[in-house]
C-alpha cells in the first residue's frame, strides 16, 4: 500500500498502538474509502495478503461490501440521524465473528448532529477492543467537537491537479459572492458573462463551483451547528442572514451544477441555468 497515511495505520496495528477512532480529512472521500477497505482486508486476510486479493472468501466480502462487521454510514439527507446510530450500536453487541473488529465507516462526519454525535458517544468514550471507526470529512473544522475531540485526527490528501484549487480561484469565488450579496446592480450580475469572463476552462468552472460549494456548506453549518467559518470566507459573513434554508437550495443547487458539469454538459447551458436560479 502506497498510501503513507495507512501505512502508518497498519504499523500501528502491528506495534498493537492502533487508536479506536480516526476523524480523516480528505480530498476524495471515495478514494479514501477505498484504502479504508484495503487497510481491513491488510489485517484480516487469511492469507498472505497481496495488493487486490482476489483469493479468499473475506478479502471478497470486504471488497463487496457484505461483511456485517463492516458497517458504512452515509448521510440520510442533510444528516446522520440519530436512529442510523442507534441500529450501528445494536449491530455491533455482537463481536465480529469472521474479521478482527468491528468497523464503522461514516461518510461526512461533518452531518453528524449533536443528538447523532452524542448517541455515538459510547463508542468514543468507552473504546471497546474490538471495534475501529472512521469518520471522513472534507473539513474538519466543520466536524461536531464532540466527535472531532475523541479522534486521531489524519489529513488523507490525494494529489490529482483537477482538485487543487489555486489561491487565486478562491479569491474569485470569494469576489464573485461579494458582488452578488453587495452590488445592487443585479443586471449586471444575472449575465453569465460575468463568470465566464475568468473561467476559461472546464476545469476552471467546476473547481470554481466546488469553492462556491465549501462556501455555502461552510455557512450552512455555521448558521446551522454553530460551526466556525473559516479566516478566508469571513468576508462573506452577510450569508448568515439569509438564514439556513437559503444556504441549504445554494448548497443543493451548486452540487446539482456540479454533477452536470461532471457530466459534460454544455458549460454554457449549465451557467445559464445557475444565475437563472440562483438569485
Ligand atoms: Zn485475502
Not at 62 to 86: A, C, F, M, V
Amino acid at each position: 500500500m502506497e498510501n503513507s497515511v495507512f501505512q502508518n495505520l497498519i504499523h500501528a496495528y502491528h506495534e498493537n498502538k492502533l487508536a479506536h477512532a480516526f476523524l480523516l480529512e480528505t480530498n476524495d472521500k471515495e478514494k479514501c474509502y477505498h484504502n479504508i477497505l484495503e487497510f481491513l482486508k491488510r489485517i484480516n486476510c487469511p492469507t498472505t495478503y497481496q495488493d487486490g486479493c482476489k483469493e479468499c472468501n473475506l478479502c471478497h466480502l470486504i471488497d463487496t461490501q457484505s461483511l456485517p462487521s463492516i458497517i458504512t454510514i452515509y448521510p440520510d439527507g442533510q444528516n446522520i440521524r440519530k436512529e442510523q446510530i442507534l441500529d450501528l450500536k445494536k449491530a455491533f453487541q455482537t463481536k465480529p465473528t469472521f474479521s478482527k473488529y468491528n468497523v464503522y465507516i461514516i461518510m461526512g462526519a461533518e452531518f453528524l448532529n449533536s443528538a447523532s454525535a452524542n448517541t455515538m458517544l459510547k463508542f468514543l468514550e468507552e473504546p471497546e477492543d474490538a471495534i475501529l471507526g472512521f469518520f471522513l470529512t472534507n473539513n474538519k473544522e466543520n466536524v461536531i467537537e464532540t466527535i472531532k475531540s475523541r479522534c486521531q485526527v489524519l489529513l488523507d490528501y490525494y494529489q490529482e491537479p483537477a482538485f487543487i484549487v489555486s489561491d487565486e480561484l478562491k479569491e474569485q469565488a470569494i469576489s464573485y459572492l461579494q458582488e452578488v450579496l453587495f452590488v445592487k446592480d443585479e443586471a449586471l450580475l444575472y449575465n453569465k458573462d460575468v463568470l465566464v469572463s475568468f473561467l476559461k476552462e472546464r476545469k476552471d468552472v467546476i473547481l470554481f463551483f466546488q469553492v462556491l460549494l465549501d462556501i455555502y456548506q461552510n455557512y450552512y453549518l455555521a448558521s446551522y451547528q454553530k460551526v466556525a467559518i473559516k479566516e478566508e470566507y469571513r468576508d462573506l459573513q452577510v450569508l448568515l442572514k439569509k438564514g439556513p434554508e437559503y444556504l441549504l437550495k445554494q448548497l443543493n443547487l451548486v452540487a446539482q451544477i456540479i454533477d452536470e458539469l461532471n457530466y459534460n454538459l454544455n458549460i454554457s447551458l449549465v451557467l445559464d441555468r445557475f444565475v437563472l436560479e440562483s438569485w
